[in-house]
């Protein structure tokens, strides 16, 4: 009797615990950003998103690797695709080789709620799904994201094209390859990080960049000229890998998606600051 009375409780306790909701699995994401981890974007990211989200002490995780000196900006969007690493911050323009889509987000005109209203981020959101094995997660975008043009010598002006850049090479991207071509310049695409080099010994004499961050890289001591107005907008979309996106619970997913809107709500101010505080250097 005794031992069958054991056995009806011992049944009950895995009746019960069967019962209970099954708590989702503890998971970290590896975060690296194409730019520095002192450039003004990244620090934004760090302020308003990782920080923020590792201090709620939730069932997910970030660490992050770093930026450029771990995995080189041009290999960062193929490493997510592959899984290497789970969530990035990068200009698109970095990846713009793998899918023709990811040259367009510098050219948008409206906020990024618009965009999200108008069916715009769902077009993105499918493009990133199918050639990036990427899922759109944020994305600030603001009036703090701009490019300038800036130079060791000033430039001659044009009536056509505003600026005569015949004979000037000039650091580039994908993304404003053509802009700057068409103004004569002959591009050259180089890391960030060779750029301090490349005014240095003269392989570039001038780059278009966002707002801010010069200081951090030591070039005011060679870019004499800024040229307004400025041009674009910054492209630097906060994706994560998608297969491992579709693993997280609701739950994990919807806390990624607030502190997203909350980077998107939050690091542009932090960015505006910081441009200003650049200018002051320069």
């Given at each position: 009797m005794i031992r069958k009375t054991a056995f009806a409780i011992l049944a009950g306790v895995a009746v019960a615990i069967s019962a209970m909701p099954a708590q989702a699995a503890k998971?970290?994401?590896?975060?690296?950003?194409?730019?520095?981890r002192n450039h003004d974007y990244t620090q934004a990211f760090m302020q308003t998103f990782v920080q923020p989200f590792n201090a709620m002490k939730s069932d997910v995780t970030l660490t992050y690797l770093g930026g450029p000196e771990v995995t080189p900006f041009k290999e960062q969007a193929s490493s997510l695709q592959r899984g290497l690493v789970?969530?990035?911050?990068?200009?698109?323009?970095?990846?713009?080789?793998?899918f023709g889509e990811a040259r367009l987000p510098g050219a948008q005109t409206v906020s990024i709620a618009e965009m999200r209203k108008n069916g715009a981020w769902d077009m993105m959101e499918m493009a990133w799904n199918k050639h990036l094995n990427a899922h759109l997660l944020g994305w600030v975008f603001d009036e703090g994201q701009i490019f300038y043009t800036y130079f060791t010598e000033k430039p001659k002006e044009s009536t056509k094209t505003g600026l005569d850049l015949t004979g000037m090479k000039i650091r580039s991207t994908g993304l404003y390859n053509p802009f700057l071509k068409a103004m004569g310049a002959t591009t050259i695409v180089m890391a960030p990080g060779d750029v301090y080099a490349g005014l240095q010994r003269g392989v570039v004499t001038g780059l278009a960049w966002p707002w801010g961050s010069i200081g951090k890289y030591g070039w005011e001591r060679f870019l004499k000229y800024r040229v307004k107005p400025h041009f674009f907008g910054a492209s630097q979309p906060l994706i994560v890998n998608l297969t491992k996106w579709k693993s997280l619970s609701k739950a994990q997913q919807d806390l990624l998606t607030k502190q997203a809107r909350a980077f998107e709500n939050n690091g542009?101010?932090?960015?505006?600051?910081?441009?200003?505080?650049?200018d002051a250097k320069l």
């Open positions: 998971v970290n994401l590896k975060v690296t950003t194409c730019l520095a789970d969530m990035i911050l990068c200009p698109a323009a970095y990846y713009g080789g793998l542009g101010a932090i960015i505006i600051k910081k441009g200003h505080e650049d």
